[in-house]
Each structure stands twice: as structure tokens, then as C-alpha cells.
Nanobody
Framework: QVQLVESGGGLVQAGGSLRLSCAAS????????MGWYRRTPGKQRELVAR???????TFADSVKGRFTISRDNAKNTVYLQMNSLKPEDTAVYYC?????????WGQGTQVTVSS
């Protein structure tokens, strides 16, 4: 099992930046996949970015070139750097970890981008 705690959300103007952090309760070295999803009211949960244990990275098309994801195994933390934010990036962002056969989720952090 692993517990995940997100931080770093908030209110930012369009064009601004935020960095989300996801702190895990134990070592993430052996966790195969960690990443970020987001959800807006009335929409399905959407994959934002994920990084595997061997650093293969996947981004949603909507964030490519603007967001980066990284994992710091020494700090048991995954980061989502969000640049050039747009109002449509407004959502609750959730960290997740794939620890076979379970998926674990954080409580979410709100990101609001004003126009």
C-alpha cells in the first residue's frame, strides 16, 4: 500500500505556472507507474501525465510542450510542472500510483486558472 498527498495547487492567471507535488508514504523506487489525472465538473477523469519506473513518460496531447513530470525516488515524490497555464487547465488534479494489482490515489488538489 501507499498513501499519496498532493500539494501545490492554487489560483493562477493564464500564462502562469504551478508545480504540483505528490509525496508518497513509502519508497516509490519500486512503483511501476506514477502520474497525474485531472477532473473537471461534468467531464471524465483525464490522464495528464505519467512516468514509469524506467522513466518512460506519457502526456495528454492537451498539455504537451507545457507540462513536465518528474519523479524523485530519493524524496519519494513526483512532480508536475505546469507552465503556460490556460483556463481549460482548471481542474482537480489527482496523483496516482500503480502498485499491482491496485491503483492508489491522492485526495486531489484544486488548480484554477483565471483568464
Amino acid at each position: 500500500q501507499v498513501q499519496l498527498v498532493e500539494s501545490g495547487g492554487g489560483l493562477v492567471q493564464a500564462g502562469g505556472s504551478l508545480r504540483l507535488s505528490c509525496a508518497a508514504s513509502r519508497s516509490i523506487f519500486s512503483i511501476n507507474v506514477m502520474g497525474w489525472y485531472r477532473r473537471t465538473p461534468g467531464k471524465q477523469r483525464e490522464l495528464v501525465a505519467r512516468v514509469t519506473r524506467d522513466y518512460r513518460i506519457t502526456f495528454a496531447d492537451s498539455v504537451k510542450g507545457r507540462f513536465t513530470i518528474s519523479r524523485d525516488n530519493a524524496k519519494n515524490t513526483v512532480y508536475l510542472q505546469m507552465n503556460s497555464l490556460k483556463p481549460e487547465d482548471t481542474a482537480v488534479y489527482y496523483c496516482y500510483a500503480q502498485v499491482f494489482p491496485e491503483d492508489y490515489w491522492g485526495q486531489g488538489t484544486q488548480v484554477t486558472v483565471s483568464s
